[in-house]
């Protein structure tokens, strides 16, 4: 059973986030949230304390996504003592926000610090922020610190690093600005298919965001382990189980990638009810 905080796409920036902490829980010593999601806002780093004090009470946090939002080096420090905090966190989604090198060498290096060595890596996803020489600062990570790039993406996966280190850092080199990079890394999504002589013009697609409002906080369970295999999209999470942010009737949800015998319920502020119990035929994951 897994429980997921969920305040994505809601345009929420500094302010709104002070504003919301009476309605955030946090009169409470701990919370059973596994997965906590406030992706795709306008956050800063002044923002993301809240988030974070949220995270600290969470004793069995594995997945956290803020990918998406304004963050920077002033909050590294911040997400570097929350691994040292929650060594158990399996997956930190940072990517598109406005790190530098210097914030990612404080972040990798205190994960691979409160890592044990039975552990499975940290899934660290800091592609599209700000750092100028990634191939440059990568070589300088391995260097110092337990840290794989996953370059081999059969043995590698979300779990396991056929190379046991203690953090992963998947498509690192496509940083912002940077149309292909050395190092074989291969940037995630469609961006990998436009021909180098393509010209793009006009506003990028962004998924429109919804209003502001309460949370969604989910439960969902699976009777089947998290798939090893799996590849994950930006900013996606093998934890990602299905569409969870539901509101009035329920209505039928897509397929997932791989055949699961699951039950979702969505719990409200106020109340818990039952939203769907499906099972789906067996599919071949993505990649």
């Known amino acids: 059973t897994a429980y997921r905080l969920n305040y994505a796409r809601r345009n929420f920036t500094d302010d709104d986030l002070q504003r919301l902490r009476r309605e955030l829980p946090l009169r409470q010593d701990a919370y059973p949230y596994e997965e906590v999601d406030f ?3 306008e956050l800063s780093s002044n923002g993301l304390r809240v988030v974070l ?5 969470c004793p069995k946090l594995r997945v956290l996504k803020l990918y ?3 963050l920077d080096d002033k909050g590294a420090e911040g997400l570097a003592d929350l691994c040292e905090k929650c060594p158990a966190i399996e997956e930190m ?3 598109h926000n406005h790190f530098t090198a210097l914030g990612v060498e404080a972040l990798v290096a ?4 409160s890592r044990q060595d039975h552990m499975s890596p940290l899934w660290l996803r800091l592609e599209q922020n700000d750092v100028g020489d990634a ?4 070589r300088e990570l391995q260097r110092r610190v ?6 081999d993406e059969v043995r590698c996966t979300v779990r396991v690093c056929c190379h046991k280190m203690k953090v992963h850092l998947p498509h690192f080199n496509w940083q912002r600005g940077v149309r292909q990079q050395p190092g074989g890394d291969r940037p995630p999504g469609p961006a990998s298919h436009v021909p180098a002589n393509a010209q793009i013009s006009g506003p990028s697609f962004r998924v429109p965001r919804a209003e502001g409002g309460a949370p969604s906080v989910s439960l969902v369970r699976s009777a089947n382990a998290t798939p090893k295999g799996s590849a994950v999209s930006n900013g996606g999470s093998v934890w990602d189980l299905g569409p969870r942010r539901l509101s009035g009737t329920a209505t039928a949800a897509a397929p997932p990638a791989t055949g699961t015998d699951r039950s979702s319920t969505t719990l409200g502020p106020d109340s818990a ?5 499906a099972k789906w035929p067996a599919a071949s994951p993505g990649t």
């Open 53 to 57: 004090d949220v995270c600290r009470r």
């Open 68 to 70: 998406r939002n304004r």
């Open 273 to 277: 009810s039952t939203v769907a119990e």
């Open 39 to 41: 992706s795709q806002n």
């Open 110 to 113: 205190a994960a691979a610090r």
């Open 135 to 138: 191939d440059a600062v990568f």
């Open 93 to 95: 989604h940072l990517s």
């Open 146 to 151: 337990s840290v794989c790039r996953r370059e």
